[in-house]
């Protein structure tokens, strides 16, 4: 037996106590915290795919991450809003979501103003969407997607330019042609294939899409028994749709009960798309699917050809009947999302991200306290001039200390004004990159730090 | 009796069941959509304040919108976690919240990293927050609020840097140096004034504290009446709130009970603000209270000196303690939140929105279906060279209609390109605003363009 020392005890209770009452750092399961550099990387990300988007005309939305619940029950599938959807009654015992998806927002803004809006209506936002998920390898509970839509244009020509904006999404972060795919298909070749080849019952439809969907993630074996039970005839059937799965542009119309007007339409896509010289990157594959809700012709997604990133980076399509949900109006659209770390995945596995610097900017010195206002009012000068300036706030601590945190802080370029450069109406650049530094006018100041800075 | 026509009333009801059938249109209450219009202000308001901060060096961050309710039971005030929040439990039994303010969540994230961050450290955010409120103006349930804080620095050039941060903000957005007024106070004189001169109980300060901080919103009559209660000792402690209350930075020290130090502090803080040349425009107040919670040192609120928009445009101060909650670690900050509507309230008010129009982006029309190869190459050369450019998709419209829908979308400038300007290497610029054009050759038009659109 331990003797106990009962003083000890309570203090070391105490201490339990004390350390328990501290609340964890940890963000909530899912999401991330955005630290000033993960935060630098996420604005480099958006401001080039906004650029690109705005290149093209397209204007940027919003609207509230609560919404009604219905819309979703409404329009998102209906494995979302039961196991995905962060769903509650607010105060007032309205059923509200947090948006898993930014489409039934974009459809009942749309329909809210389908009669005022000039047409096309070329549309997109950058929203967090939340879904209840286990987190995984490119799958959290909050993410940010890019979200660009067209309303109101009936041709081919829509699905040239939106196929032409994701590729230049890309093309504008550097990536090489051969690093992605474009894969395409048509919702109303599926669909035909599935009620006129297959003779399904349209309550087996979904079942043997979402199957089709999935097959290059399990084995041939796991992928014809999951079949077995959903087809009527097996045997034939499963030639069918092996028949289908390897047709191409050409050979497609050979399958019986595949009608001519979609095959036309692709045929068209992909003849103009030629015109952007990255046909030999976008192919017709008929296993794309994309769900089974809204889209009603044209389908698509890219995917990274490096196989460390197996998933899609962007899923898109035509649907037709989007805002009828909210209006009477029939309004054709075409659209896709871009996910934030899907992206940020495929940067990475290209090398794409550069090295984010502060060597634009610069680090103003205190030498001590007496020469706060001299500081300020340079600072001030300076930002007029355009040029970031940190100040250091400590006029008692050393050079070499200012020095040292300016160094952590990640500048290459500092500034020192201390009584003598005063006096003298000089000021110290240094570059801690290069350990050097020279002594000019302040006259000269800024015509140097722009040329150093690159401003 | 009316006889029926049970065909019509068929049909009559159908009618009616598809009208019902259509969703609302309307947002959440107490929430806003962004149509273009809208984003096009809020981005334009988001981009000059992040501007002027990240000019003072600081950088950006950004958390999860959900968080542990457990965080804002400990940091928010009560009226904030009983009435105003949005939480929930998830389906993994959590008990979470949708941010009510940012405070947390910093102080959450700086705790976390506390002994690597190198101080001071700058810190902003441009969250979107959420409470539930009576919506009205410039109260909303969902708003965005910009968010600044530096960590880790204890003298008043600390306070300096945010005032005159806060203040730039402004003049940035060529606010006028009498539209606002900054009135600061310190918790020291407050405390000191509630516990030493007036002699409450530790339970009674806060409930005089709010009484105080609404003094101007009532009459002098309902504000004594409302202090009876908690008085001991009414007649006299009357008297020394007008006192208190008409006291300024030289008069303050002589209420009996006020320590020297706080007074010290903002002395020094307002002979030091004369640097900035704004002076006249800020101002000892001892009503300035901001709530009841995490404030410890210097606190400010910035007003709009226009009478039509009486609440505070910023609210801040210093907080010694924040990151306690999370970590042993000891770290004095200072801070503040400007909110997107008052911000907006105040633009408005003093006419300083600009108006908003695509005059240096263009408008490139299709004139047939068999030029649209030319038409989009035309593009990316004009997108690569940064000049945006919407193209319209359908060549069966006439010219005059193609006008018509740049115009609606607010373009100006629009370019032609039709079968004989191509067979001449020749593009029509057109200026929609002028009625006029000119013919020019294709080498030409890039550099012209560049000019015309101020690029």
């Known amino acids: 037996m331990t003797r106990e020392n009962p003083e000890k005890k309570a203090i070391f209770l105490r201490k339990i106590d004390l350390a328990e009452k501290k609340l964890s750092t940890a963000n909530y399961k899912g999401t991330r915290d955005f630290y000033p550099e993960d935060m630098q990387l996420r604005n480099w990300m958006f401001e080039i795919m906004k650029k690109v988007v705005i290149s093209y005309g397209y204007r940027e939305y919003d609207g509230p991450i609560l ?73 959290l509970r909050e993410h940010w997607q890019l979200n660009v839509d067209i309303f109101g244009v009936n041709s081919v020509n829509a699905e040239i330019e939106i196929i032409s904006l994701a590729c230049d999404i890309l093309f504008a972060f550097n990536a090489p042609k051969d690093s992605f795919r474009v894969k395409f298909s048509h919702r109303g070749i599926l669909s035909s294939f599935l009620r006129n080849t297959l003779s399904l019952l349209p309550e087996k439809e979904e079942a043997v899409a979402k199957i089709l969907d999935k097959k290059n993630k399990v084995t041939q074996e796991e992928f014809e028994s999951s079949l077995l039970d959903l087809l009527p005839n097996p045997t034939d059937q499963l030639k069918l749709i092996d ?160 020095i040292s945190i300016a160094e952590k802080k990640g500048y290459r370029y500092l500034l020192v004004l201390g009584e003598d450069e005063i006096k003298d109406n000089n000021v110290i650049l240094k570059d801690l990159k290069e350990s050097n530094q020279k002594i000019i006018s302040k006259n000269q100041l800024m015509i140097d730090l722009k040329l150093v800075l690159g401003i």
């Open 67 to 139: 919404e009604s619940l219905d819309i979703y029950k409404a329009k998102s599938g209906q494995e979302i809003v039961d196991k995905q959807l962060y769903d509650f009654i607010d105060k007032g015992e309205r059923h509200v979501a947090i948006r898993p998806e930014m489409t039934p927002t974009l459809a009942r803004m749309v329909a809210g103003r389908a009669r005022d809006l000039p047409r096309p209506i070329r549309w997109f936002s950058l929203p967090n969407l939340w879904r209840y998920e286990a987190p995984g390898h490119g799958r």
């Open 243 to 402: 028949q289908y799965l390897n047709s191409n542009i050409d050979t497609v119309l050979q399958i019986s009960g595949i009608p001519e007007e979609p095959v036309i339409y692709i045929q068209e896509f992909y003849d103009k798309i030629k015109i952007l010289g990255i046909s030999e990157s976008v192919e017709f594959d008929p296993s794309i699917i994309r769900g089974f809700d809204y889209y009603t012709g044209f389908i698509f997604e890219i995917f990274d050809t490096n196989k460390q990133n197996k998933r899609s980076l962007y899923g898109g399509g035509r649907y037709d009947n989007l805002i009828g949900l909210f209006s009477n109006e029939e309004l054709s659209g075409i659209g896709f999302g871009l996910g934030d770390v899907t992206l940020e995945n495929f940067l990475k596995t290209h090398n794409l991200i550069p090295e984010f610097n502060r060597d634009s900017s610069v680090y103003l010195t205190l030498m001590n306290n007496a020469l706060f206002s001299d500081i300020l009012l340079l600072a001030r000068e300076l930002r007029r001039e355009g040029i970031d300036t940190e100040i250091n706030l400590d006029g008692n601590q050393k050079l070499g200390k200012q």
